[in-house]
C-alpha cells in the first residue's frame, strides 16, 4: 500500500500546507473516509460536512483552510485538477502477467517489441506491430498492419480492425470497436423502391497519443484517408463516431455521442451525453454543447450552446423558460382574441 505525507503531496501538487503533517493511505468521500484518507470539498458549501468526517486531511481551495483548524489542510488553485493528481498517486492497478501467453495467436510477419503483455486468446494478424510496454488483454483482436503503441493498454474483447493506427499511453476499453466499415450506402431504383448498395471503406482511423476510449465506443473507419481522434481527447461508454470525422486534441465526449460522417471537432471542445452531430458539421474550438443537443452546421469557437437544433444556450434557457409557460399565455391569448 503506498502511503504519502500531507507535506509530500503538497509538493507534489503544488499546494500550501496547513496544520499536522499527517501520513494517509488513499482518498475517499468524505463520509466514508478514514483518519488516513484524504477528502476534498470544492466550495464553502461543504465545510461542515469536512468537518464532521473522520478524515484528518482535506484539500481544498485557496482560502478556506482557517475553517478547519482541526484538519491538516492543503490549499490548492485548482481543487479538480489537484484531485486529478492525488489520484494517481494512490491508485489501485494490478500488476499486469508480463510476455506473451502461449495461448496467444501470433501470425508471422506480425512484429512484437517485447516487454509486452499479450494474455491468452489474444489474435494478432500478419503486419501488425505491438510496441513495448502494451498491455493486451484476452479476447483482444488486432488486425493486419495495425499498430499498437508503446504502453497502451487493451481492455478484453476491443476489436482492433487491419490498418488501425493507437498511439502511445492510451486506454481501450473492453469492447471498444475501432475501425468497422463506415456506414455508406448508395440506393439505386428498384422496382418501387430501391436496394443498398455498400460503398467499400479503403480509409483508417488514427488514434493519438494519451487518448481514453470508454466500453463499447466505436470509431469508423474513413471511406479514404483517415478518421482522426487526436492525443488527450477522452471518450466516454457508447459513443459512436463515423467515416472521416475528426477530433482534435484534449476533446471530451460524453455517453452515447454520436457523431455522423465527416464532423470536424476542434481542439478542447465538450459534448455532453446523446448529442447528435449531423454530417459536415463542425465544432469550433473550444465549444460547449449542452445535454440531447442536435447539432446541424457551425457551432462557433468558444461558443455554448443547446436545443434541438442547437442555439446559443443563453438564449435556449430563456426559450425552455417561456416554453413552459405556453398552456398559461394561450388560454391569456384565446381570451384576449375572444373578447
Not at 24 to 36: D, F, H, S, T, V
Not at 216 to 240: G, H, P
Not at 246 to 255: P, Q, T
Not at 307 to 335: C, D
Request: proline content about 5%; hydrophobic content about 40%.
Amino acid at each position: 500500500m503506498k502511503k504519502y505525507k500531507t507535506s509530500e503531496i503538497a509538493r507534489i501538487i503544488g499546494g500550501k500546507l496547513f496544520g499536522k503533517d499527517i501520513e494517509l493511505e488513499g482518498i475517499n468521500a468524505i463520509p466514508l473516509a478514514k483518519e488516513n484518507e484524504l477528502i476534498f470539498i470544492d466550495s464553502p458549501k461543504r465545510i461542515e460536512e469536512a468537518r464532521k468526517s473522520r478524515a484528518k486531511a482535506v484539500l481544498t481551495p485557496e482560502g478556506l483552510g482557517k475553517h478547519l483548524p482541526e484538519k491538516s489542510v492543503i490549499e490548492v488553485k485548482n481543487v479538480r485538477v489537484a484531485f486529478a493528481k492525488v489520484s494517481q498517486l494512490f491508485k489501485r492497478e494490478i500488476e499486469p502477467l508480463w510476455g506473451i501467453s502461449p495461448q496467444a495467436i501470433i501470425e508471422d510477419g506480425a512484429f512484437v517489441e517485447e516487454p509486452v503483455s499479450i494474455y491468452p486468446w489474444v489474435y494478432v494478424q500478419k503486419g501488425a506491430v505491438i510496441r513495448k510496454g502494451a498491455v493486451i488483454y484476452p479476447g483482444v483482436f488486432v488486425g493486419a498492419y495495425a499498430e499498437i503503441g508503446e504502453n497502451t493498454i487493451i481492455f478484453p474483447n476491443a476489436v482492433i480492425y487491419p490498418h488501425t493506427r493507437i498511439g502511445k499511453n492510451c486506454i481501450i476499453h473492453a469492447g471498444v470497436v475501432l475501425g468497422a466499415d463506415g456506414f455508406g450506402f448508395a440506393q439505386e431504383a428498384e422496382g418501387e423502391g430501391f436496394r443498398n448498395l455498400k460503398i467499400y471503406h479503403f480509409g483508417s482511423v488514427e488514434i493519438g497519443d494519451d487518448v481514453e476510449i470508454g466500453a463499447n465506443s466505436t470509431i469508423d473507419r474513413a471511406v479514404f484517408e483517415k478518421t482522426i481522434i487526436e492525443e488527450n481527447t477522452k471518450i466516454d461508454n457508447l459513443v459512436q463516431i463515423g467515416h472521416n470525422t475528426r477530433v482534435g486534441k484534449s476533446c471530451i465526449l460524453v455517453s452515447q455521442v454520436g457523431l455522423s460522417g465527416s464532423v470536424v471537432v476542434e481542439d478542447f471542445s465538450i459534448l455532453a451525453g446523446q448529442v447528435g452531430v449531423a454530417p459536415y458539421s463542425k465544432i469550433g474550438k473550444g465549444a460547449k454543447v449542452a445535454a440531447k443537443s442536435g447539432i446541424t452546421g457551425k457551432v462557433p469557437p468558444g461558443e455554448e450552446v443547446a436545443g434541438i437544433p442547437a442555439i446559443k444556450a443563453s438564449t435556449w434557457r430563456r426559450a425552455v423558460v417561456i416554453f413552459a409557460k405556453l398552456p398559461e399565455l394561450y388560454k391569456k391569448l384565446s381570451k384576449l382574441l375572444n373578447k
